[in-house]
């Protein structure tokens, strides 16, 4: 149970983050947002691993990093704190005025599983892999890939790369609704590859050696 709260608390603070600086309109929101998943990371990782993001548990299950038993839960959790973070957001600061973006959908999807890739395979790599066991960079590093993915393609799809994430998106009124469809399966599936090219690539040299 543990480590499903981390999960929670983890992701909670990720989009609670998300949703205070977009619409308290600072200065530079994928700073923050790299930031805090950073120190949610350094904070829960030795608990629970660390995901806050339904894909990259995907990506850990496919890797044989997280069981089966425990995926469903990792879901549920992250996205319980999803919606908690969210309700907070609009209880605090309203819906936006201009009302949510709209995001073209092949370009969306294009970035969004490439951007979510990058992450889970970044993840898979500096967190579960023996090459880069007990390490102390991990956190900084998928806290960066999610700030320079942030900058590079958030003004495409919006910045998701994690469908919990997605799903208090349009919650908050950033995003239209069906947006939250393109995170969903464009996330999910950048997780689902990069697990795999994780065992093809990487695991596979592991059990080998």
């Known amino acids: 149970m543990k480590k499903y709260i981390v ?9 609670f983050t998300i949703g205070m600086s977009v619409r ?12 805090i998943l950073m120190v949610m990371i350094f904070a829960g990782g030795h608990v629970s ?10 990506a850990a299950f496919l890797r044989g990093a997280l069981s089966k038993a425990d ?11 999803a919606l908690i973070a969210g309700l907070i957001v609009v209880a605090i600061h309203g819906k936006p005025v201009l009302g949510p973006v709209s995001f073209a959908l ?3 999807l294009v970035v969004e599983f490439l951007a979510t890739f990058a992450l889970a395979w970044t993840v898979l ?24 993915m942030a900058f590079a393609v958030g003004s495409v799809s919006g910045g998701a790369f994690n469908p919990a994430v ?44």
């Open 166 to 209: 997605g799903f208090a998106l349009p919650l908050m009124g950033l995003v239209e609704n069906g947006q939250c469809l393109v995170y969903l399966a464009a996330d999910l599936a950048g997780g689902a590859a990069a697990g795999l090219a994780f065992n093809a690539l990487v695991r596979s040299s592991e059990t080998s050696a």
């Open 106 to 108: 092949v370009p969306s």
């Open 71 to 81: 995926l469903l839960p990792y879901w549920f959790a992250q996205l319980a704190g």
């Open 125 to 148: 790599n500096v967190a579960t892999s023996k090459g880069t066991a007990n390490n102390s960079f991990y956190g900084l590093a998928i806290g960066g890939t999610v700030m320079a």
């Open 24 to 35: 308290g309109g600072a200065a530079l929101p994928p700073v923050a947002i790299g930031g």
């Open 7 to 15: 999960e929670l608390i983890g992701t909670f603070f990720l989009v």
């Open 49 to 58: 691993g660390g995901h806050f993001n339904p894909a990259v548990s995907l």
